[in-house]
């Protein structure tokens, strides 16, 4: 059974927009390639994510974003195993913060 993990965090200082942008064009090919979908929104410094797929792989994403040194307070705030992943053409995007609140809580 898929898995999904939302979280918030805030990004440090030193995260330019441009490392973002390149972060998460890496994170989509990394995460096509581990079968996870996703998406991502940044507003201001506060970031919320949703991550989808195979358990274990979520599971390792998640440890790996939990010890990144760009994030910073970083909460769950959601755990559960889903039926099907509802980001399926998607190894990560960034869209807009309601966008991603809606996501998070209609599924």
């Known amino acids: 059974m898929p898995l999904r993990i939302v979280y918030v965090s805030t990004l440090e200082q030193h995260v330019t927009e441009a490392e973002l942008a390149a972060l ?3 994170a989509a090919a990394f995460n096509t390639s581990h079968g996870i979908t996703g998406i991502l929104a940044v507003e201001d410094r506060r970031v919320c994510q ?3 797929g195979p358990d274990a792989a979520v599971d390792a994403l ?12 970083i909460v769950e705030l959601v755990r559960h195993g889903i039926d099907a992943t ?12 309601l966008d991603i ?6 599924a």
């Open 62 to 73: 998640f440890a790996s974003i939990k010890r990144d040194d760009r994030h910073a307070g």
């Open 50 to 52: 949703i991550l989808e």
């Open 101 to 106: 609140v809606v996501a998070a809580y209609a």
């Open 86 to 97: 509802t980001f399926d053409d998607w190894g990560m995007v960034r869209r807009g913060m």
């Open 24 to 26: 998460v064009d890496k």
